[in-house]
């Protein structure tokens, strides 16, 4: 059973639209990360944050904006939607910590897939 | 900057035999982790195997091991006695041990298991 959580898992809007997906976590993880997943199935990472008020881009450039409020809740907000836009945006999180090893395991979201019309 | 590459955007295997992934990677870094994840269709990444760079050993988990060469910056991932369930996106990943700690991806090998 997943311990992060992302909703909505399947969205269709038209262009222009606001739209947060919401992702939470329930393991006190000081690390939380969005990647986007493209049709060819490549990840990268759009954003992450290292705790509560920290939050950078990523590798790759996204005119998505993230916050982080709480330990456990890292919503991504884009303001206007277009169809560059559709993918598969997954969240996940980690232990804050260096070794012992688990520090650097991701934990992911069932994912919430984007398709903007 | 890190890479990431899997050469083998897809693979088949007859169930019950034994598939090898391949995966080689590029860091200026001298310890580091490295990960397989599995993608079910539709269905949530989850972690197959670990690997520190420290650890000469080569890790392993059931019927999933790896072939971890450090010099020649190599981490392939060995399925063995193969099922059904082992059909997935498999993405290694390549992570530093300090700071973000933010992992880059492979480009992922679509492993299908024939019955």
């Known amino acids: 059973e997943a311990d992060i959580y992302q909703t909505p898992r399947y969205l269709v809007i038209g262009t222009g639209k606001k739209i947060t997906l919401e992702c939470s976590q329930t393991?006190?993880?000081?690390?939380m990360y969005w990647y986007q997943q493209d049709p060819g199935m490549e990840l990268h990472l759009i954003h992450y944050s290292y705790g509560v008020n920290s939050t950078e881009k990523g590798d790759l450039s996204s005119e998505s904006t993230v916050s982080r409020i709480r330990t456990e809740h890292f919503p991504l907000t884009l303001e206007s939607a277009r169809p560059s836009h559709t993918s598969q945006y997954l969240c996940?999180?980690?232990?804050?910590?260096?070794?012992?090893?688990?520090?650097?395991?991701?934990?992911f979201g069932a994912g919430s897939r984007l398709t903007v019309l | 900057a890190q890479t990431v590459t899997q050469s083998q955007p897809e693979m088949s295997v007859q169930e019950a035999e034994t598939v090898t992934l391949s995966c080689t990677y590029d860091t200026s870094e001298s310890d580091y982790y490295l990960f397989w994840y599995k993608q079910p269709p539709s269905r949530q990444m989850i972690l197959v195997i670990r690997?520190?760079?420290?650890?000469?050993q080569n890790a392993t988990e059931n019927r999933f091991s790896v072939n971890f060469q450090k010099a020649a910056k190599s981490f392939s991932l060995k399925i063995s006695d193969s099922q059904l369930g082992d059909a997935a996106m498999y993405f290694c990943a390549l992570a530093s041990i300090q700071g973000a700690q933010k992992l880059v991806f492979g480009q992922g090998t679509r492993l299908t298991i024939n019955p």
């Open positions: 690997q520190e760079a420290y650890k000469q």
């Open positions: 393991m006190g993880h000081d690390k």
């Open positions: 996940a999180s980690s232990p804050g910590t260096g070794r012992p090893g688990g520090a650097n395991v991701l934990t």
